[in-house]
């Protein structure tokens, strides 16, 4: 398998980063209508109402058509949480990533480079945390996981805030990411809040979990 390489984002890899970044966060669709369907609040409201269905019907083939077309229903629902942040994200700072990323103080934008394709990305930005950077955007294709890259572009933005003299390396992530979450956590990040981005999102049972990892100050430059 060929190596990759971690590099400086170039403007050639404008549509490349687009599309790896809207495939990560479209993949994570069947993950949270799995989530919502085992939270214990959705199943009970399940049977109640098959229950009440049957009640009324008087049999259980109108009751558990009653919970499919329920089923059916949330699939779309979930799947708007995805897209819609997919949506925003391109029209924000994806829309111009020279401009937010490069031309912008203490940012910064990397890929991962594997047989001339970009197989990975992750951006850096001052949070609103006080001294303390925010990573952002880190995905890495489907294909190309396993290899360390996602490790690699972490350190890389660790190495960049500490090199800047940033206390902290502050980050956002959902909780059906669990192999984000042992990533992160396996880079000294430690989660410290979560909360549910919409009304939607709060009904859904869908949060966002708030990492930190906090930095040893930058070694001093050599005489």
Do not use: N
């Not at 069947?30 to 369907?37: E, F, H, K, N």
């Not at 933005?157 to 396996?186: D, I, K, W």
């Amino acid at each position: 398998m060929a190596q990759y390489r971690i590099r400086q984002y170039r403007d050639g890899d404008y549509e490349a980063v687009r599309t790896l970044f809207a495939r990560g966060i479209l993949e994570l669709t069947p993950a949270a209508y799995r989530r919502l369907l085992t939270w214990g609040w959705a199943q009970l409201g399940l049977l109640a109402l098959a229950a009440g269905v049957r009640a009324a019907a008087g049999g259980w083939v109108p009751a558990l058509a009653a919970a499919a077309l329920v089923l059916l229903a949330a699939w779309p629902l979930v799947r708007s949480l995805t897209t819609s942040y997919v949506r925003d994200a391109l029209g924000a700072d994806l829309r111009d990533i020279r401009a937010s990323y490069l031309q912008a103080p203490d940012s910064g934008f990397w890929v991962a480079e594997a047989g001339g394709a970009v197989v990975g990305m992750v951006a850096a930005v001052p949070a609103a945390e006080p001294a303390a950077l925010e990573l952002k955007r880190m995905s890495v294709r489907r294909d190309q996981r396993g290899r360390g890259i996602a490790q690699a572009l972490a350190r890389e933005v660790l190495r960049f805030a500490q090199a800047r003299g940033y206390g902290a390396v502050v980050l956002y992530t959902s909780v059906v990411q669990t192999a984000a979450q042992r990533l992160y956590e396996g880079q000294g990040f430690r989660r410290v809040g979560a909360f549910s981005p919409s009304l939607l999102a709060s009904l859904l049972h869908f949060q966002v979990l708030h990492y930190r990892c906090e930095l040893p100050a930058a070694p001093p430059p050599a005489p």
